[in-house]
């Protein structure tokens, strides 16, 4: 059975799926603070500066330990992920992948490499299988595999990009979800053709805001800022002053944000059937994926969204993970008992209705 997103997406309306482990829509409540600061200034609807507001920048370019022209906010960090795919000649992937990169890579028109990794292989990327010259993009804390890289792979990476001149774009949407590990940020490592793009939507609960930031080479830092100019002009400035106030309680909400997740991620895993999964354990992330014994992850997904559950199939990051799916935790913890045991009753009617066919 072939994935389409959007006629999932109406399957699950249809079905007025109460229970949504599909999309990554964090369900945790934006701080009340950072909520206040946006009313106070959703009045000033003027333009902002294309780089956006510099007393955001400042703060940012504090925390990586950059110039300030190394930084700029973004609607979002899909636009400028996609605005740097744009000005690439060629976009290597490492899947599992979120579907979006390729997505605009096919957009425009951008020839794709996939770098392969196994669930054998705890999904252990080799960088070594980047195509020369092109733009690599890395995820970690990974979605949908919560995978989390090591320091060690950093610097090799870094190495096999000055060899291969690749430009590296980490997506570091999940950077604050680190339940085991380090919590990566590439400008630590490296700024030279390079780009650290961050989004609010994670860590602030703040998808609707539209709302990020890229740190980076100062020459892909402009390529975003022509973008930007050419198609949206510039972030709101309510919502960049919102974003002031959320960095200066980041620590304190990134711990809690952090603790909730695992709290449910440890609840979930304790009430899923392990005879019929096998997964590696996310080392961040709010995203479990789980493998099924030869049963497709996108029937599974259908059949749970006639009983009002909402999961993502394999298919959605990758053509050769039909056998897998994408819980996503951004529901209430009361939920996730029940969510766990529609999916083990799923799949023990999908597993005998194999045999009875």
Known sequence: MKFDIYEFFSELSKN?????????????????VIINELIKNIKDLGYAPYKGLDELRDIIAEYHKVDIDNVIITPGSKAAISS????????????????????????????VSIINTKFEESWEPDFNKAENDATLIINYPNNPT???ITQKKVKELIDISLEKNLTIVSDEAYRDIVFDGFRF??????LQNSVSVFSFSKTFSMPGL?????????????????????NITSVPKFSQRAAIKALEMWESIADQVKNTYYKRLTLF??????????????SGTFYVFLKLNGLSGTELAYALAKKGLGIFPGEAFGREFENFIR????????NIPLAAELINESVEELDVGKYIN
């Not at 740097?84 to 899947?95: Q, T």
């Not at 895993?269 to 996310?282: A, Q, S």
């Not at 819980?327 to 009361?334: A, Y």
Request: charged residues 30%; without cysteine; glycine residues 6%.
């Open 327 to 334: 819980v996503s935790l951004t529901t209430k913890e009361e």
């Open 84 to 111: 740097l795919i744009l000005f690439s000649k060629k976009v290597n992937l490492i899947s599992p992948y979120w579907s979006g990169y390729e997505f605009s890579a096919n957009l425009f028109k951008k020839q």
């Open 269 to 282: 895993l304790n009430k899923i059937n392990n005879k019929k999964f096998v997964y590696i354990r996310p």
């Open 210 to 230: 539209r709302l990020g930031y890229a740190v980076g080479d100062k020459q892909l830092i402009n390529k975003i800022g022509e973008f930007i100019k050419a």
């Open 16 to 32: 007025k799926a109460k229970i949504r482990m599909d999309a990554g829509d964090p369900d945790i409540e934006p701080n009340d």
């Open 146 to 148: 919560g995978k989390v």
């Open 185 to 190: 940020k590439l400008t630590d490592f490296i």
